[in-house]
Every structure is written in structure tokens, then in C-alpha cells.
């Protein structure tokens, strides 16, 4: 459960560039919460100050209950990202890179490499465990990165545009994945700026445009409100344009 | 989890990245052996073919004719006369000659007329090789003057000491190994040079390099604090620093005890009790030069950038060493509380085979942990900031 509570941030010597203003939204656990918005709406500051990451300037964001700035470590153990950044060690196999986080986090021995086939045989990486990352796809490297992030089976899992770069079996892939760890009751919380990738998966939608949430509610919740016929055109009407998304 | 686990896991993984990078690590380690077989074989050779050259001295003369005598003088000394070709200038600036003798045609006038005699010796003293010819050459004819002279003298019934009011003598106490000044220097800039060297590749490519693959932000989102990630990756480096120097010193070792290098009247000593020695002295460099070129690494966003920027660290290094050879003064007492400078003198030291004193050593250890502790901190307080997120 992410609870957040009028979360600020601006970057630039004079504190210019407002990233993220005033920002409310809950996303409950057991369903999927997208963050829609386009490019530069701040989605991705916004997740890293839920991360522990970024320090907001103003509001206070809860993890569980726990505070973001305040219990940040314990935070971090319970959360896994899949953040904007997602490179790997080319040198390490897929195996070793995830075993490096799990370590971090706590794992070791027998139950983290039982923990890691679980993950390689539902994201199909089984038969690419032991080879070196570095000649990887797009793909695969994606995979390994969301293995990398799941490794300690955290309760909230961030994922910051997921979908970018991945060849459409990899977005079924990491759909069902997504699905699966929702009807384990965890909390997901989604940033995208493609329309299409939030209708399909998303419980509930938080609009954002530049740093403020516009919208926020179920897909039939924002259908009534925008009063279009479709969740496409409702995005649009509540943006104002369809410029920076994408379908 | 303890913040040792998370430390030891960082630490592993640096490890099996470092080792994992099979081309630096082959050039690096190959390099690092191999450096003093190579370095050893090239001075002994140049020291040998010199001493070989004083040995037999082979003088061209011209204008011999004009005064036998300082030949016939010449040849009892066992040196080997030959005439001089005419482009002897030429010759010598092209380095084929080493030194040439010109007797005046005027010498046989000069002489009896009471005059000084004019003899020239023609060399470059530029050229390293040729010194020892020209300092030899040149000790024979003073001692033909000297002779001649005394010679005279006694025909006026004058003893030669009216001449020689000075008896000069030289007492060299430099011990069996001190003779070796230059090996001496080379090998203790070598050592030096490798503790730099050893740690370059790995230290900006687990900074800088993390940075530029993307894998930073990940990293730090894990529950490892910054101190945590900072002391992992700074105990790999050195790790393999320290591995960077042993192999350095082992090359050093081997060759000194069983290559076949030729006699150079140099009975230099780097035993195993150098080797320890050396070691001793160079921890606080296995130590600091890590530290530091962490944090040159993690001002970086790229691994060229941070290149750039380690340049100026190696120029540093390499050039203190330099300034102590040329500074022909005593060292003063505060040099042991300069990195670098400190670690240069306490080498040399060891290599004339003397043991550093622990009083030093214990200086020599301040700035050096002083640093590790600055640069570490500065590092992990970079690795805490939202800045180093940005600048992909």
C-alpha cells in the first residue's frame, strides 16, 4: 500500500523546474496502479521519491506505513524497482546479477538460488541463466532487470515504463507476470505514457500532466468523467491534447 | 543483515566483475610481471656494454704522428689507438664514435719551445654510453701531464711534491649495493608506479563505469548504504592493487635472483627481505591510491571522462620521485608526512639494505590514512546526493 500525501519537488539552482507539485494518490495492494502521463510529467521523479531516491521537498510519502524519507532503508527492503536506469554487469551472467541484489538484500545460499529458477522459469530466462549479459537483448536484459527487482519477493513493486523497447512477446510476458503478482495480492504501482499498455493492465489510473495529478479513479470512473466514449479519448479530453502520449 | 554481509557481498562482486574482465586483467597482470625482467635486462645490458667500453678503451687518435710519445703512452695503458677518420665530428654527433683525440701539428714546436701543448679530446657528452670513454680518455692524458711534468721537475732537482700540494683521496663508503643508484631509483619507482597503475582500470570502472551502464541507480536502491558500497568497492580495488604490486615485486625478485644478467660489478640486493620490505612500505599507497581514484571515478559520468581526470593523478605520482633525484640535497625530516615522497625515500632505503626506521614508517602512514578516510567519505557523500542520479 503507497500513500501518497501532497509530495513536491523542483530541481535547478533556483528551484525552477517544478517536477512533481502537490501530488495526492493512494494505490491500494492486490491491484495494479497506473501513472499515466506524457513525457516530462514528472512520472519518473515522482517514483523515485517513493523509491527513497529523490528527497521531496514538501508532503510525505508512506510505504506500508513507513516513511519514505524517515525509514528509507526499511523501505527499500520492502519495495522493488524497476527503475528508469536498468543496466546490468555485462561480465556477470543473468544468475550472478540477480544473486548480487538478493545478496544485498539479505539472501544467500540455497533458498536465493531456489528463489532466482522461480523467477528465470516464469520470466523464460532458464535456458540463458549462465550466460554473460553483456550479449543480451533488449529484451532479456529487461527480464533479467524485473528478476533483478523481484528477487527478495517485495510487497510494493515500482516499475517505471516497463514496456519500453520490448518486443510485443516480452510485453505478453511481463503483462502475465505483472497479473500474476497482483493476484498474490502485492501492490504495483506503473508509470507509462503509452494509453494502451495502462488501459490493458490498470485497476486504477492517476493522470498526471506536468507534476500535478489531473484524474484519478477506476477506468470507468474516468469514462464518466471526461464523458467520452472510450478510456483513449477520456485520457486525452482530461490532458487536453495527445501530445507526448502514445497508443 | 549486517552492514559486514552487504560489505563482503559488494566486495565479491567486484571481485568476480574485475577477474570476469579477462583483457584488462590479462594486460594488467601480464604487464605487472613481466615489467622487471624486462626493465632489469635493458640497465644491466647498458650497464655492462659501458663498462665493457671503459674496459677497452678504443681511442682514435689524429695527428699522432706529431707526438709518438703520448701514444707510445697510450698503448703501455692498453688502449687501442687507431687512426681517426676525417669526418670524426660527423661520427661522434651520429653517436658511431665516442670520443676522438686531436694532437696540434704544432705539438713537437710547442713542446720545445717550452709552450703548452695543445692535445683536444672531441666527444658528446650527452650521450649516456659514451661517458665512461670520455671520462677515461680523459683520466689518462691528466696523468700523462701529471707525469711529464714530475719528470721535469725532478730534472731541476725539484721534488714533485712542490707540484702536489694536495694528496687527494677518495674513501667511498657506499656499501656493495649503493652502487647501483640508477637500478636503485628505477626499482623504487617502479613499485611505486605500480600501485597506481594496479588499481586505474578497476577503480574508475566501478565508479565511473557503473555510472555509465546504468547500473548505479538499481544498486542504490537496495537496502546497502552508501558507506556500505563505498568500503566494498575501495577493499576490491586495493585487493587487486596489492595483487598488481606482489607480482610487480615478484618479476623484480625472480630476475634478480636467477636471470642470467650480465656482471656489472653491482651486487644489488632485492632478496626476500626487500620484497617484505618493499611491501611494508607500500601498503599505505595499496591503501590511498585506491581511495583516491575512487573519487576522481565517481566525479565522472563516463570512463573516458575519468580518464581525463586520472591523468593529472598519475602526472603527480610520477613526478615527485623526479623532483627527489634531482633535489641533491639531504631529505629534511617532514618529507615522511608527504604521500608518495615519504613512500619514495623509505623504498630507497630498503634497497641500500637498511631497514626503514619504525618511527617513519609510523609517519608515513598519516597522510596516506588521512586521505583513504577524506576520499572515502567524499565518495560515499556523493553517492547519498540526487545529483549523481542525473548526467546519464
Redesign the interface.
Known amino acids: 500500500m503507497i500513500a501518497v500525501r501532497d509530495i513536491a519537488k523542483a530541481f535547478g539552482k533556483r528551484r525552477d523546474v517544478r517536477a512533481v507539485r502537490d501530488v495526492s494518490f493512494d494505490a491500494p495492494d492486490g491491484a495494479i496502479t497506473g501513472l499515466l502521463g506524457p513525457n516530462g510529467a514528472g512520472k519518473t521523479t515522482l517514483l523515485?521519491m517513493i523509491?527513497?531516491?529523490?528527497?521531496p521537498d514538501e508532503g510525505h510519502a508512506k510505504v506500508d506505513g513507513l516513511d519514505v524519507v524517515t525509514d528509507r532503508?526499511a523501505v527499500?527492503?520492502r519495495?522493488g524497482?524497476l527503475?528508469?536506469?536498468?543496466?546490468?554487469?555485462?561480465?556477470?551472467t543473468a544468475r550472478?546479477n540477480v544473486r548480487?541484489?538478493g545478496?544485498?538484500?539479505?539472501l544467500s545460499g540455497a533458498g536465493l538460488d531456489a528463489r532466482i529458477d522461480t523467477l528465470f522459469a516464469t520470466l523464460g530466462l532458464g535456458a540463458i541463466a549462465e550466460r554473460?549479459t553483456a550479449g543480451f537483448s533488449q529484451g532479456e536484459k529487461m527480464k533479467v532487470?524485473i528478476a533483478?527487482?523481484l528477487v527478495h519477493d517485495p510487497h510494493t513493486i515500482l516499475l517505471d515504463e516497463p514496456t519500453n523497447g520490448l518486443d510485443i512477446m516480452s510485453v505478453r510476458t511481463l503483462r502475465d507476470e505483472l497479473r500474476t503478482l497482483r493476484a498474490a495480492g502485492k501492490c504495483l504501482l506503473f508509470s507509462s505514457h503509452v494509453m494502451q499498455e495502462v488501459a490493458a493492465l490498470c485497476d486504477r489510473i492517476v493522470v498526471l500532466s506536468h507534476g500535478r495529478v489531473v484524474a484519478a479513479g477506476t477506468a470507468d470512473e474516468l469514462i464518466a468523467r471526461a464523458g467520452t466514449a472510450g478510456l483513449e479519448d477520456a485520457f486525452v479530453a482530461l490532458l487536453g491534447s495527445d501530445e507526448g502520449l502514445a497508443a | 543483515?549486517s552492514a559486514v554481509?552487504?560489505t563482503l557481498?559488494?566486495l565479491?562482486?567486484e571481485l568476480?566483475?574485475t577477474f570476469?574482465?579477462r583483457r584488462t586483467g590479462t594486460v594488467t597482470l601480464l604487464s605487472s610481471i613481466l615489467a622487471g625482467p624486462i626493465f632489469l635486462m635493458l640497465i644491466f645490458n647498458l650497464m655492462a656494454s659501458q663498462a665493457e667500453r671503459a674496459r677497452e678503451l678504443t681511442l682514435p687518435v689524429q695527428g699522432g704522428e706529431y707526438a709518438p710519445a703520448v701514444v707510445a703512452f697510450l698503448e703501455r695503458q692498453q688502449v687501442k689507438v687507431t687512426k681517426a677518420p676525417d669526418d670524426y665530428d660527423a661520427q661522434i654527433r651520429r653517436g658511431d664514435l665516442d670520443v676522438v683525440l686531436i694532437i696540434d701539428d704544432a705539438f713537437a714546436n710547442d713542446v720545445a719551445q717550452g709552450k703548452p701543448a695543445t692535445v683536444r679530446l672531441v666527444f658528446d657528452r650527452s650521450r649516456d654510453r659514451a661517458r665512461a670513454a670520455i671520462d677515461q680518455a680523459d683520466a689518462l692524458l691528466r696523468s700523462y701531464n701529471r707525469l711529464w711534468g714530475e719528470e721535469r721537475l725532478m730534472l731541476r732537482g725539484v721534488t714533485s711534491s712542490v707540484a702536489n700540494p694536495l694528496r687527494i683521496e677518495s674513501d667511498d663508503v657506499a656499501t656493495p649495493q649503493q652502487s647501483g643508484a640508477l637500478v636503485l631509483f628505477l626499482v623504487a619507482y617502479y613499485g611505486l608506479f605500480a600501485s597506481v597503475m594496479g588499481g586505474m582500470a578497476v577503480a574508475l570502472d566501478t565508479t565511473a563505469g557503473e555510472r555509465e551502464?546504468?547500473?548505479?541507480?538499481?544498486?542504490?536502491?537496495?537496502?546497502?548504504?552508501p558507506a556500505e558500497i563505498v568500503v566494498g568497492k575501495w577493499l576490491a580495488v586495493c585487493l587487486f592493487d596489492a595483487l598488481v604490486v606482489a607480482l610487480t615485486l615478484t618479476g623484480f625478485y625472480l630476475t634478480l635472483a636467477f636471470a642470467p644478467l650480465p656482471p656489472v660489478g653491482v651486487p644489488f640486493l632485492f632478496g626476500v627481505r626487500e620484497f617484505g620490505r618493499f611491501l611494508l612500505v607500500l601498503v599505505p599507497m595499496i591503501l590511498m591510491l585506491p581511495a583516491i581514484l575512487l573519487y576522481v571515478g565517481s566525479r565522472a559520468r563516463a570512463y573516458k571522462e575519468a580518464q581525463a581526470n586520472v591523468s593529472v593523478l598519475l602526472f603527480v605520482v610520477s613526478l615527485i620521485p623526479l623532483v627527489q633525484l634531482f633535489m641533491q640535497r639531504k631529505e629534511p625530516s617532514w618529507i615522511m608526512l608527504v604521500p608518495v615522497s615519504a613512500q619514495y625515500s623509505l623504498l630507497n632505503t630498503s634497497l641500500r639494505g637498511e631497514a626503514p626506521a619504525l618511527a617513519q614508517l609510523a609517519l608515513s602512514w598519516i597522510a596516506p590514512l588521512a586521505l583513504v578516510v577524506i576520499a572515502l567519505v567524499a565518495v560515499a557523500r556523493r553517492l547519498s546526493r540526487?545529483a549523481i542520479?542525473s548526467g546519464?
Do not use: C, N, W
Not at chain 1, 51 to 55: E, H, Q
Not at chain 1, 103 to 106: E, I, N, R, S, W
Not at chain 2, 217 to 224: G, H, K, R, S
Open positions: 523515485r523509491a527513497t531516491l529523490v528527497l532503508y527499500r527492503e519495495i524497482v527503475s528508469d536506469a536498468r543496466g546490468l554487469y555485462p561480465r556477470l550472478e548480487y541484489f545478496a544485498l538484500h539479505g554473460r532487470a533483478r527487482a | 543483515m554481509q552487504r557481498a559488494i565479491r562482486k568476480l566483475d570476469r574482465d551502464r546504468q547500473s548505479l541507480e538499481p544498486l542504490l536502491m537496495t537496502p546497502a548504504r540526487e542520479l546519464k
